[in-house]
């Protein structure tokens, strides 16, 4: 087996693990939720969420995955001193790997889309956009291709390692976010009516606050930090022992959050300046804002030929920083556990996702392909979301909070009492005991329907 490897700056640790939480749902989820919930008075109780849950969660992995310099598997099993508790890095890797392999379908459209942006077939109505998507996402070929592809390009940035692949990746990548992003965002907001999208973003209307609100930005909180899929973890493990795991969490936490706002920003004042109020989800990339786009910036064709080719990239961008911190969960399983060359690791990762990614896309549409009365893509979707994510950070609280040394989480955390975090070590361990559980309880509940 080969040297693990690590991170080799600062900079590439944040990147990287931001990148990890940084993805699709960002564009389309954050800003609609924003939005519908009370603007900035969403935002406000969300960074709660975040201090509250998503920071402990974080860290907590972070220890986990930092202490043991190991794959999720071993570093749980290390952690505690007993291979039960390996059974929680297991099923991060498990999950990972489901939700790569249909996370993959729609990273596919996504390089459909910007292909057809490049090729200006997107022109038309509202009307010939849905048709567009609607024959392409129930195409029993081209989608599944695209899949593998995008899932294929994941692997050739894995089997480079950590610091040569995965950081310089990020590195490239997550500044051309920025970029593309701020780009975009000026370019909307100089529309004429763009101010009445912003204001339906961040003007805060605390009126709609309420405890449905609050699990609203629960969940949101949980899901865009990647918690529970054992990523952060992995990516902990080639953290240096100098890092500091509190700081980190809040810098990757603040360019989640960055990027979230950007993207609303880039939306709403798009949308309002043509009377469109964007809806959330798949429909909202692949069949409203094609339209939006156009219409904006009709003044200008060539402008909004170059704006579709740059958002469709970004997403791009956004989705291939996702699924490199899912397939290296599990490359790094396969191969320190096994004893494989990484290259091999990887291999057998990209063959596995790459069959879901096939079988998901040909679900859809399909009657043959569903378990439970949902389409295979959906059943991935709805099991890792609502079961296995949850789960997983649940049982992480719970043993950095009560079953691990408390000497040895101290120790982790303060980077053996030399961290300036070292003061808020009291804060986080009633945090990562009490307040993370109940949060994450609170979210199984929402999504089930009991509250």
Known sequence: MTDRGNFGSKIGIVLATAGSAVGLGNVWRFPFMVGQNGGAAFIIVYVGCILLLGIPGMVSEFIVGRHSQANAARAYASFSNSKAWGLVGILGVLTSTIILGFYAVVAGWCMQYLG??????????????????????????????????????THFVIVRGVKDGIERVSKLLMPLLFILLLIIVGASCSL?????????????????LSSQVFLEALGQAFFSLSLGTACLCTYASYFSRHTHLLQAAGQIALVDLLIAVLSGLMIFPAAFSVGVLPDSGPSLIFITL?????QAFAFMP???YVISIMFYALLVFAALTSTISMHEIGTAFFSEEFGMRRSHAAWILTIVCGLIAVFCSLSIGQADLQLFGKSLMDFCDFVTAQVMLPLGALLTSILVGWCASKVVVRNEFTNHETASSKSFFGFYMFCV????????LLILMHQFGVI
Do not use: W
């Not at 009516?193 to 605390?206: H, I, N, T």
């Not at 005991?433 to 994450?440: D, G, K, S, T």
């Open 116 to 153: 057809a942006s490049v090729l200006g077939q997107l022109k038309g109505d509202s009307t010939f956009v849905l048709h567009y998507f609607q024959r392409f996402s129930t195409d029993p070929v081209k989608p599944a291709v695209l899949g593998v592809a995008f899932i294929l390009l």
């Open 192 to 208: 004429p009516g763009a101010g009445k999208g912003v204001e339906f973003l961040l003007k805060p209307d605390f009126s709609k």
């Open 290 to 294: 094609p339209n939006v786009f156009q």
């Open 302 to 304: 060539m402008l909004g």
């Open 433 to 440: 005991r009490f307040i993370v559980p109940v949060c994450i």
